[in-house]
Every structure is written in structure tokens, then in C-alpha cells.
T-cell receptor, first 115, second 117 residues
Framework: AQSVTQLDSQVPVFEEAPVELRCNYS??????LFWYVQYPNQGLQLLLK??????LVKGINGFEAEFNKSQTSFHLRKPSVHISDTAEYFC?????????????FGKGTMLLVSP | NAGVTQTPKFQVLKTGQSMTLQCAQD?????MSWYRQDPGMGLRLIHY???????DQGEVPNGYNVSRSTTEDFPLRLLSAAPSQTSVYFC????????????????FGPGTRLTVT
């Protein structure tokens, strides 16, 4: 079975600073990786996904992530954060793209951006 | 499109009561799922469905029932609520392979916050 570890439960950062949110996964087979964002009192929204091809994936709102198979990681980065980026971020993994495949989520990282 | 809608937004139940959380989507998605979100636990899959008449269990199915009689609706039933079911519940849907476009993007509803006393 696959699993996801988000190494930081909370990441405080100042506005306009760079940020990296860490995600490691465990799986014995090929994986497909996702980052979702949850703004306060809202549902989840897809930020970006890695299915195949280039290991550097660009998403919405200036975020990007790099798939590193040897490190089993999929860290999320942004070069300069805004106050509006304050939200909870979830890394998720699937081992299949079949109709029956399910997503396994990490426990989330709260990004707190202050002025 | 309204996307994924959930009702109610908030609900308080007493232990032992039953209720149904409603979920509907208007995107003609075959796949629908229910998650619960608890502090420090992330999202955990309760049940999912790959089409009308087909459902399966996720990671934490105990205490919950589902059925899927139409493509649009996927209600979640709590037969006898327990305090351990206090949580925020999210419904999600996605299109199925081999449809292209936003492959594998799950669309989430706004959530139902349930408190069981």
C-alpha cells in the first residue's frame, strides 16, 4: 500500500520569502502525485499533479513541485509567497490511474504567511 | 456548472441518531467519493463509487453506508451516530479514464461540518 508523509505540520514564513513544503511517499510501484490546497472553510483545490514526463511540474498561483524518484519526494515550492497563500496544503499519491484507483493523502502542512 | 454541492453545511446530532449527508455533482463524473477530515489526520477515504450501482469501501468505512442510484448523487448515511464521527466530511468527484482533459483532477465540495454529542 502507498503512504504519504508531510514532514512539517506547520510552516511559518514572511511575505515575499521563498517556501518549500516537503512531501515524501512510500510505494513499491510507480506513483502519481498531487498537491491540493485548502483555504479556510473551503474544500480542496488541485494545485498541480505529476503523472509522467518532466519531473518539474508547474501549477496554479506560481507553485511548482519536483518529482524525485530516487528520494521518493515531491516537494512543493514557491519563490515568493503572498499573504493570500495562507492555507493548508495536502500532498496525495495514487499508484494507478485506473477507474478504481484511490488517492491517499498526507496529514497536511499549514502554511502561515505573515507581513 | 455548480460543480460538487453538499448539504447541509453544518449539522449537530445526538449519539444514536441517523442522518444522510447529501452530495451531488453536475459534471457527469462517474467517480465519486467521501472523505472525512480530522485535525492532524489529513483526509481519509470512507467510501467511493465508480458509477451508478457500484460502490466500494475506503480506509475508514465503519459506521457509514452509501449507495449510488444515479450518476449525479452519492449520499452518505450514518445509521447510528457516534461522537467519533464528529468531523468535516467532503465529497469529491472526477471523470474516469480514458476521458482526457483534466485527467484525474478530483473536484471537492465545500464540506459538511458534523458534530455528534
Amino acid at each position: 500500500a502507498q503512504s504519504v508523509t508531510q514532514l512539517d505540520s506547520q510552516v511559518p514564513v514572511f511575505e515575499e520569502a521563498p517556501v518549500e513544503l516537503r512531501c515524501n511517499y512510500s510505494s513499491s510501484v510507480s506513483v502519481y502525485l498531487f498537491w491540493y490546497v485548502q483555504y479556510p472553510n473551503q474544500g480542496l483545490q488541485l494545485l498541480l499533479k505529476y503523472l509522467s514526463g518532466s519531473t518539474l511540474v508547474k501549477g496554479i498561483n506560481g507553485f511548482e513541485a519536483e518529482f524525485n524518484k530516487s528520494q521518493t519526494s515531491f516537494h512543493l515550492r514557491k519563490p515568493s509567497v503572498h499573504i493570500s497563500d495562507t492555507a493548508e496544503y495536502f500532498c496525495a499519491v495514487s499508484v494507478s490511474l485506473s477507474g478504481y484507483s484511490t488517492l491517499t493523502f498526507g496529514k497536511g502542512t499549514m502554511l502561515l504567511v505573515s507581513p | 456548472n455548480a460543480g460538487v454541492t453538499q448539504t447541509p453545511k453544518f449539522q449537530v446530532l445526538k449519539t444514536g441518531q441517523s442522518m444522510t449527508l447529501q452530495c451531488a455533482q453536475d459534471m457527469n463524473h462517474e467517480y465519486m467519493s467521501w472523505y472525512r477530515q480530522d485535525p492532524g489526520m489529513g483526509l481519509r477515504l470512507i467510501h467511493y463509487s465508480v458509477g451508478a450501482g457500484i460502490t466500494d469501501q475506503g480506509e475508514v468505512p465503519n459506521g457509514y453506508n452509501v449507495s449510488r442510484s444515479t450518476t449525479e448523487d452519492f449520499p452518505l448515511r450514518l445509521l447510528s451516530a457516534a461522537p467519533s464521527q464528529t468531523s468535516v466530511y467532503f465529497c469529491a468527484s472526477r471523470s474516469q479514464p480514458p476521458r482526457s482533459g483534466n485527467l484525474y483532477e478530483q473536484y471537492f465540495g465545500p464540506g459538511t461540518r458534523l458534530t455528534v454529542t
